[in-house]
């Protein structure tokens, strides 16, 4: 027993770095403040449950970047010659309108949309899985801020944090400018265009995803306690790399972040963002990456404005990975083509909403004949804003597939 008990104790002065007893003024002992041996298992459980989400340190000088890049006005001495810059009064009075027509219209009914509709079907999972996201952490963290860590996949590069230096104050009217451009889509459309990303993202002032995560994390109440640069080793570990300059020199199939931050509501969050070839082909030779998919364990998938591409034969492994994890598969037709979770060896239930119109012509071949089928015969309750390449409102299609058991 008296061991049982000192194994106990132990544990708790690691969780709570307390100390058995406490000293009055005089340094003698109180005999009546003595920590208790003896705990209920369910409030050491609990305990330590608490001591788990306790909130990240935050770094300053990481919100004061994040501050700039979002157009975000700040009384901090970091940067202070940059927030007191015409160029970026400029670009914080115009971007702060933007941001709070889209904040009051578009995120508002996600998260209305959010609270109504997704929270009655989908039941949180630890790791929310993003593939073919680019940077859009908005759309991930509003459907789903219950999640702890976000997993997303891009071709997209990682970038670097931009430096901002007194004498180089001249070129933040360029920086403000392609931040700017690189916007244009996901707040007017929804979603990135792909190919308009590998050029607004191949310049030297805004050189990946790590502007626009950056801008969104910190538009919507985060704060940032870390950004790592990583890549994956042959054992599908996690492998922190010196810097930004050097994970761009670095030979690997994977390039990636670990943005560690506190949500809105102080609790702790992870978001990796990779950047790698996630055809069947660039799958193929990087068996670390596909360890480390497996090792996720049972997640969310979130598909939006994917290009069709799980529709092809020669993305299946990627397509595999989301089947045989996935507790709820949410997306829009661009994501896995229905008949595959009809020919899943698991059974899945389905929720639909808006309604399923052919393709825009650029997508015209992948129009699916099953899902407007059962589209019509389940019926489907309203949106109620526009999402996906059919973005406008009364045109949007959304599903949620959820894995029986």
Same mark, same amino acid.
């Given at each position: 027993?008296?061991?049982?008990?000192?194994?106990?104790?132990?544990?708790?002065?690691?969780?709570?770095? &307390?100390?058995?007893?406490? %000293?009055? @003024?005089?340094?003698?002992?109180?005999?009546?403040?003595?920590?208790?041996?003896?705990?209920?298992?369910?409030?050491?459980?609990?305990?330590? !449950? %608490?001591?788990?989400?306790?909130?990240?340190?935050?770094?300053?000088?990481?919100?004061? *970047?994040?501050?700039?890049?979002?157009?975000?006005?700040?009384?901090?001495?970091?940067?202070?010659?940059?927030?007191?810059?015409?160029?970026?009064?400029?670009?914080?009075?115009?971007?702060?309108?933007?941001?709070?027509?889209?904040?009051?219209?578009?995120?508002?009914?996600?998260?209305?949309?959010?609270?109504?509709? *997704?929270?009655?079907?989908?039941?949180?999972?630890?790791?929310?899985?993003?593939?073919?996201?680019?940077?859009? *952490?908005?759309?991930?963290?509003?459907?789903?801020?219950?999640?702890?860590?976000?997993?997303?996949?891009?071709?997209?590069?990682?970038?670097?944090?931009?430096?901002?230096?007194?004498?180089?104050?001249?070129?933040?009217?360029?920086?403000?400018?392609?931040?700017?451009?690189?916007?244009?889509?996901?707040?007017?459309?929804?979603?990135?265009?792909?190919?308009?990303?590998?050029?607004?993202?191949?310049?030297?002032?805004?050189?990946?995803?790590?502007?626009?995560?950056?801008?969104?994390?910190?538009?919507?109440? $985060?704060?940032? &306690?870390?950004?790592?640069?990583?890549?994956?080793?042959?054992?599908?570990?996690?492998?922190?790399?010196?810097?930004?300059?050097?994970? =761009?020199?670095?030979?690997?199939?994977?390039?990636?972040?670990?943005?560690?931050?506190?949500?809105?509501?102080?609790?702790? !969050?992870?978001?990796?963002?990779?950047?790698?070839?996630?055809?069947?082909?660039?799958?193929?030779? $990087?068996?670390? +990456?596909?360890?480390?998919?497996?090792?996720?364990?049972?997640?969310?998938?979130?598909?939006?404005?994917?290009? /069709?591409?799980?529709?092809?034969? /020669?993305?299946?492994?990627?397509? =595999?990975? *989301?089947?045989? @994890?996935?507790?709820?598969?949410?997306?829009?037709?661009?994501?896995?083509?229905?008949?595959?979770?009809?020919?899943?060896?698991?059974?899945?239930? /389905?929720?639909?909403?808006?309604?399923?119109?052919?393709?825009?012509?650029? +997508?015209?071949?992948?129009?699916?004949?099953?899902?407007?089928?059962?589209?019509?015969?389940?019926?489907?309750?309203?949106?109620?804003?526009?999402?996906?390449? $059919?973005?406008?409102?009364?045109?949007?299609?959304?599903?949620?597939?959820?894995?029986?058991?």
């Amino acid at each position: 027993m008296l061991k049982k008990i000192s194994v106990l104790t132990a544990v708790l002065m690691t969780v709570f770095g &307390c100390t058995p007893t406490a %000293e009055n @003024q005089t340094g003698e002992l109180k005999k009546d403040t003595a920590t208790p041996l003896i705990v209920e298992v369910k409030e050491l459980k609990d305990s330590i !449950k %608490e001591a788990n989400e306790l909130t990240l340190p935050l770094n300053d000088t990481l919100n004061a *970047i994040a501050n700039i890049m979002s157009g975000m006005t700040d009384t901090s001495s970091v940067y202070k010659f940059v927030q007191s810059s015409s160029d970026f009064k400029a670009f914080s009075k115009n971007f702060d309108k933007r941001w709070k027509t889209y904040d009051s219209t578009r995120l508002t009914n996600l998260r209305t949309f959010k609270e109504n509709e *997704i929270s009655k079907v989908v039941k949180p999972q630890t790791t929310l899985f993003y593939p073919f996201s680019g940077p859009d *952490i908005l759309h991930a963290q509003t459907f789903f801020p219950e999640a702890d860590k976000y997993v997303m996949i891009g071709l997209e590069p990682v970038g670097s944090l931009p430096k901002f230096k007194k004498e180089e104050t001249d070129s933040l009217e360029s920086y403000f400018q392609k931040v700017n451009v690189s916007l244009n889509a996901i707040l007017k459309f929804s979603f990135f265009r792909t190919q308009s990303m590998k050029n607004d993202l191949k310049n030297e002032e805004v050189d990946g995803t790590l502007h626009l995560l950056f801008l969104f994390l910190k538009r919507t109440g $985060n704060q940032f &306690c870390s950004a790592k640069p990583v890549t994956v080793d042959s054992s599908g570990t996690i492998v922190f790399v010196n810097s930004f300059d050097a994970l =761009k020199k670095l030979k690997t199939n994977t390039r990636g972040v670990e943005i560690q931050f506190n949500d809105i509501n102080n609790k702790p !969050k992870t978001l990796y963002y990779f950047s790698l070839n996630a055809a069947d082909g660039g799958l193929k030779s $990087n068996k670390g +990456f596909m360890s480390y998919l497996k090792a996720m364990g049972t997640v969310n998938t979130y598909l939006k404005g994917a290009s /069709y591409l799980m529709h092809k034969d /020669y993305f299946s492994l990627v397509r =595999k990975v *989301i089947l045989n @994890q996935s507790e709820h598969v949410i997306q829009d037709d661009s994501g896995i083509a229905f008949h595959y979770f009809l020919d899943d060896n698991s059974k899945w239930n /389905y929720s639909f909403f808006g309604q399923y119109l052919k393709p825009i012509p650029m +997508f015209a071949e992948f129009y699916q004949k099953d899902l407007d089928s059962l589209y019509k015969k389940q019926g489907a309750k309203p949106i109620g804003f526009g999402i996906g390449y $059919n973005f406008k409102d009364k045109n949007s299609n959304f599903m949620i597939a959820t894995k029986q058991h």
